[in-house]
């Protein structure tokens, strides 16, 4: 019997389904419902058959017959592998299918469950010989994603919105109902963990015209404000004030609350009720819970909240007793720990005092220290009578492990001798977790890798009784470049250029295949400066720092030379020529312990001045101030600096302290001679006359003022001439991490300077200026002034001491608020905000350490690896001495910083 193929009756898709399910579910009740199963049948059989007879013929559906299939045609699903869906419908050429029968309804139900298609049909193209049926599937594809956006909402957020849809929808995929309503519920999420609880997300199909069977999704999202907590009441609470409660709820706060966003978040809300808790257990309240909370919108759509506690009864410790321990006796252990029975219980600092010490003094360091690597110990409460609690301390000491091997990855700079050299641990050695801590300190303070990637492993070998250090760093970028240039007018071109090489590398200059651009990897420091403004300074910058002298100690030898040139004849301000080396050694000391080192520092410097006025220099003598502009002085001295630094981040330090200690002294050239330099004898005051005289002419004689003042210039040029004085600087830096990575900084610095014979006072030279950002009194710096800034003051304008030469006492205190905006290595940002205060003084008797300048105010610190450290502040000056009628902005100044953190 042949056939024609006509027009196609096609049953909906949820009729279709519904049929299918009511034919394969086994029907208890057969009466009832064989006519659905009998029109289900039919509708199929026309589905399946989708035929007619030629001319008048109809076929009989209920004839069931038996037929080889002969081929199989696929129309549709273009980008569909052919024989996948051939093996999927489980029909293929020469099996045998009964029409109408079983095999191809469970052929379309086999695709339909793929959920790949969005209609799916079975047509008989022609049987042959009533035995052999020729098939066509006609698939009709699920479009896919070409591309989706959102509205409703800002662009700052869209990259946010788009990871989270990026997760779940892949272009160029065919979208499924359950993707989308995923997404919609993720989305929803995103705002609702923001506070947004009220957050909807409607989702929009549009035809991609540009493109064959595609859509676009489209995301409404209206994100509504933020829900915010009216209240927080509590309620059981008899001990513990509402005040209290609620600064434990660390992110569930009321509306109002000082630098905190009021929001509910589920996640949060949950943690901060376990914080309650565990507030309530470390003051013995052991049974303290929860009995239950409410949460309700009132009429203006805020949150109510409602906690019910039951605080029950403060707890002790009975007996404390240990279980296990070979190695240390309970005597040693019960003074390591610090509870003593009696004690209120509190299981967090029972933890601590066990495992997680700030100090390193728990137990656990004890063991972990002495290479018992498999140390546990288990606290469990065997007995509760009453109020009190008896803890018993299971310990498990295991076998002491050995290191054994420790292996470098990742440095693809610096060379792995840098590293081994720095760390604590070494093959043979007994495990140490404390050698461990320090070690990772150590590789930071390198300064070459990414803090925030390091990585430590520690394999064990059981059998062999080691335990490998893998330590895996990243490379980051250490050098400087310095580049800087403008016109100052008068000064003509003014410029800067410096490069320092941080990984240096001295052994590598012949090898050219180590350049990059140069030799790089032994930890060496070269830098190398040139400024120069073209017409009145030139300065030359050179210094190389070795810190492994020799290769088997952290002693360091640093050499360096400074040479300056500042000539302002032209403009009738004299000259000044400075010429300075030195050379250091340093070394890390291990008493009182090895966070000490020392470094002493011999400087050799000369100072040429030719009625040198640009630059302020006097001496004070009976309360008059003589300016020093000729002369020809040198400065030979010695520093010896003691520092001991725990810090462990010297870009942004979270915790740690920097205690510095250093005096610099010359030779008392004075004590060794006996020769009254401080007036010069008669016949060379005359000398002097004459000279002036035949200089002015007899025209013009000099005035006996024009007289005295050279003699006076000649005999500090004299005095001087040896630089004598001694210097002490004392600076505390201490870092701590309030919450989350807020950091506080304390400083507090004083600096002294004086004299060996008060005949001869102090020189006019190495003196404090305090004020300003650094960079203003650059000169000064260069001519061996210590620079001190202070936020929100001029160093001239708000300190005339300044300008007769610097003082010999200051002192200076600054309270800092740090947070980070990034930590990446790469460009290593942060916000401050300070107080500082500080003065300076002529004199030590003048000095009052409560006699201090106050400034406010905030800032911005960026370091580039390539560029160092770029910093903007904005101080108030609040004890400015203005004129009247000055306004709030006179006492505001911007300052900026660059290259280095000022003192």
Known sequence: MNYNIGKSFVLPSRLKQVCLTLIHQEIKFMQTYKLIITLCTILLGLQIGQAQYTSQEVYDYEERNTYEIGGINIEGAVNRDRNAIKSITGLREGVKITLPGQEVQAAMKSLLKLRLFDDVQIYVDSIVNEQIVYLTLKLVDKPTLSRYFFTGVKAASHDDLSEIVKGILTKESIVKDDEKELAKQKLTDYYVKKGKLDAEVTLTEIKDTSRNNSIILQFDIDPKERVKIEEIIFVGNTTVSDKKLR??????????????????????????????????????????????????????????????????????????TWKGNTIYTDEQLNRVLGIVPGDVYNPELLAQRLRFSQDGGDVSSYYLDDGYLSFNVDPVETSIVNDSIDVEMRIYEGPKFTIGDVVIKGNDRTHDHVIRRAVRTRPGQKFSRSDIIR???????????????????????????????????????????????????????????????????????????????????????????????????????????????????????????????????????GAINIVKGFVGLGRQLKWPDDFFSSSTTLNIENLALSNYQQGQFFVEENGEFFPVRNGNFNNFSLTQNFVRSSVSDPLFPRSGSTISLSVQFTPPYSLFSKKDIRKLPDDEIAAIETRLREEYGPADPPSPAEIASEVKSVELAGRFRWLEYHKWKFSSEFYFNLFNKLVLKAQAKIGVMGYYDKNIGVPPFERFLLGGDGLSNQNNFITGQDIISLRGYDAQADFPINNLGGATIYDKFTLELRYPISLNPSS?????????????????????????????????????????????????????????????????????????EPE
């Open 247 to 320: 600064k434990k709820l660390k992110d569930t706060k009321r509306k109002g609350t000082f630098l905190k966003k009021s929001k509910f978040v589920e996640d949060s809300y949950r943690d901060d009720k376990d914080n309650i808790i565990a507030f309530y257990n470390e003051k013995g309240y052991k049974n303290a819970h929860i009995v239950e909370d409410s949460i309700w919108r009132n009429e203006d759509g805020n949150l109510m909240i409602k906690i019910l506690i039951e605080e029950g009864n403060v707890f002790h410790y009975r007996n404390i």
């Open 828 to 900: 290593t940002i942060f916000v401050t905000s300070f107080l500082q205060g500080g003065n300076s003084w002529g004199k030590f008797r003048d000095f009052n350490p409560f006699d201090v300048k106050r400034s406010a105010g905030m800032g911005l610190r960026v370091f580039l690896p390539m560029f160092g450290l770029l910093g903007f502040d904005y101080g108030f000056g609040i004890d400015k001495n203005l004129p009247a009628g000055s306004t709030w902005k006179d006492y505001g100044r911007f300052s900026i910083v660059i290259g280095f």
């Open 439 to 573: 070690s990772q300190r150590e590789i930071i303070n390198l300064g070459y890798f990414n803090q925030e990637n390091l990585d430590i492993q520690t394999p064990v070998n059981e059998n062999a009784g080691t335990v490998n250090i893998e330590y895996t760093v990243e490379e980051k970028p250490s050098d400087q470049l310095e580049l800087s240039a403008g016109y100052g007018g008068q000064s003509g071109l003014i410029g800067t250029l410096g490069v320092t090489f941080n990984n240096f590398s001295l052994r590598n200059v012949k090898d050219r295949s180590t350049w990059s651009p140069l030799p790089q990897g032994d930890g060496q420091k070269l830098s190398l400066r040139v400024q120069s403004n073209s017409r009145f300074f030139r300065s030359y910058n050179f210094s190389l720092t070795e810190p492994w002298l020799g290769g088997k100690k952290p002693n360091s030898l640093t050499v360096g030379l400074v040479a300056s040139v500042f000539d302002y004849t032209l403009v009738g301000s």
